[in-house]
């Protein structure tokens, strides 16, 4: 039979398109529904076009048209669950994929992509088993792979995530994907140079792969590399992650600051990250002040009353549009890259932060006289961060510390912590004043009366650091980049003692204990 006009037009379509002359494929797809308006195949044809472009409003309408003109249109479901993914919608590609592969259930992709949307929503071991049924049904599939190993990853199987990925890139050297989970993994095991080194094979393929330049940064930060780290750290903006402040106050239009002077402007200071960040990285303040004109200073409101100390800036609220007229703008958290920051050029001007003396005065009612050592204890971060349920001991296992006679423990916890006491209560002997902190310039003002700061790796500890109030911290085997590797100080805070987990998890138990047996010696001294 000879072919119609339409089948040879979809021909000649599907070859431009291998050839990559899209637009003439489009224009041929869209000949085609001009003329026969239920042929599927080519709304599915457009619909993956407007995909790559973004257009993702006339993509989903499209790869809907197509399964509605073919309800058994595998491919069609398995791209639009990947477009719905994309934009968010995990609950909805799910379904997508699983519509997939009902109709083709051999359908390697849509067991994969399914794999990759499980694990978006935390159901590690179903991705897990949806990524394995990808690889039994193709056994060279690199993705499923590379998938596989993100998934065993979230369950810190770290050393199986690794060689799952190194069997992506066997398979397929130019995988940017797996040669960044497996940066990934090598990081989680602070195998910071190799993990640098993975991250730059993923680059090479994929030049614009915004996640493994980032990875880059904090490796590099972490190794004491700055200067370099600063760099590739400017790369977070492309994460989506990082596109909050945008979403809420839309893009500035206002130059970026360049860290001239800035005489007779307003430049805008934004915090863009965690309660923490802002407070270690406010310390460039005063050198921002001394380039000239008005510093408005955007961040969070429990740390506003607690920042009003710095001459010369104006603070407001982060998250309340609208932000006050300025000229310029600079990320917080961009400062330190453009001082030129090294490791021994951290500004170290400690205290920067100073508790408001009637807080203290206030606070010291409360806590009342000091007969023997005061240490404040603090056991978890914030949950919504990634990464916390690997930074926070939780009570439990910082319960046996808060048993040791001969201290004054006063809890500091605030926020989705304070649940962990509905089923460790404290210790009667300790006074909780979690319930009473409002906001950091609470917090100041009983840190103004502590001897030392017992604390996970949350903005207490940053807030202690900055005043100069003595904090020990519990950080994970793989740390947040400013406390580095293998030192038991921090160039930070001079204030400051780390103690670091032995191995990845989330056992604590062996750094308590070397927390215990450090704070008995500071009773037993009669500190202070």
């Known amino acids: 039979m000879t072919p119609s006009l339409v089948d040879r037009m979809f021909t000649e379509a599907v070859d431009r398109q291998r050839l990559e002359r899209t637009a003439e494929a489009e224009a041929l797809y869209r000949a085609i529904l001009a003329i026969q308006p239920t042929h599927a195949e080519a709304c599915y044809k457009i619909g993956v076009i407007c995909h790559r472009r973004r257009q993702v409003a006339e993509a989903e309408g499209l790869y809907r048209r197509a399964i509605a003109m073919r309800h058994d249109y595998a491919e069609a479901h398995t791209n639009l669950g990947s477009l719905l993914l994309d934009l968010g919608r995990t609950e909805e590609a799910v379904a997508g994929y699983r519509q997939a592969i009902t109709i083709k259930p051999d359908f390697a992709l849509a067991h994969c992509n399914l794999g990759a949307a499980l694990k978006v929503l935390g159901r590690f071991g179903e991705a897990e088993a949806a990524c394995r049924q990808a690889i039994a049904l193709k056994p060279d599939f690199d993705w499923a792979y590379a998938t596989l190993g993100a998934a065993r990853l979230e369950q810190d199987r770290v050393e199986e995530a690794i060689a799952v990925c190194r069997q992506a890139v066997a398979i397929s050297p ?17 195998r910071a140079g190799e993990a640098i080194a993975a991250c730059r094979q993923a680059i090479a393929v994929q030049p614009d792969y915004a996640e493994a330049h980032f990875g880059v940064a904090q490796c590099l930060l972490l190794s004491g590399d700055l200067e370099a780290g600063w760099r590739h750290y400017e790369w977070r903006w492309k994460l989506k992650e990082y596109g909050w402040l945008q979403n809420l106050h839309g893009s500035f239009t206002q130059p970026r600051w360049d860290g001239g002077d800035f005489c007779g402007k307003t430049l805008l200071i934004y915090a863009e990250q965690g309660i923490g960040d802002a407070l270690q990285y406010v310390r460039y303040l005063p050198t921002v002040v001394a380039r000239g004109g008005r510093v408005v200073l955007a961040v969070h409101p429990p740390v506003m009353r607690l920042l009003g100390q710095f001459e010369g800036v104006t603070v407001v609220d982060v998250f309340t549009p609208p932000l006050p007229l300025f000229d310029l703008h600079c990320p917080l958290l961009s400062l330190p890259g453009l001082f030129g920051t090294r490791l021994e050029s951290i500004p170290a001007g400690i205290p920067y932060l100073k508790a408001d003396p009637g807080e203290i005065t206030r606070w010291g009612a409360r806590l009342g006289e000091k007969k023997r050592l005061r240490v404040g204890v603090v056991w978890a971060g914030n ?7 690997l930074r926070s001991p939780r009570l439990a296992a910082m319960a046996p510390l808060l ?4 201290i004054d423990f006063v809890g500091l916890q ?5 649940d962990d006491l509905a089923v460790n209560p404290l210790p009667a002997r300790v006074l909780d004043l979690g319930a009473e902190v409002c906001d950091f310039a609470d917090t100041a003002g009983i840190l103004a009366h502590l001897d030392l700061l017992i604390t996970s790796c949350t903005a207490p500890l940053h807030l202690a650091g900055a005043m100069g109030v003595p904090v020990w911290a519990v950080v994970p085997f793989a740390p947040h980049f400013p406390w580095m590797l293998d030192r038991p100080d921090s160039p930070w805070y001079p204030s400051l003692r780390l103690y670091r987990q032995e191995q990845p998890g989330t056992q604590w138990s062996g750094v308590v204990a070397r927390v215990i047996e450090d704070v008995r010696k500071l009773a037993a001294a009669g500190y202070p």
Not at 174 to 190: E, I, K, P, S, T
Request: no cysteine; aromatic share 4%.
């Open 174 to 190: 130019a995988l940017a994907m797996a040669h960044y989970n497996m940066a990934v993994g090598l990081r989680a095991l602070n």
């Open 414 to 418: 605030v926020g989705p912590g304070r």
């Open 383 to 389: 949950p919504a961060q990634k990464g916390d349920r």
């Open 403 to 406: 048993l040791e006679p001969g």
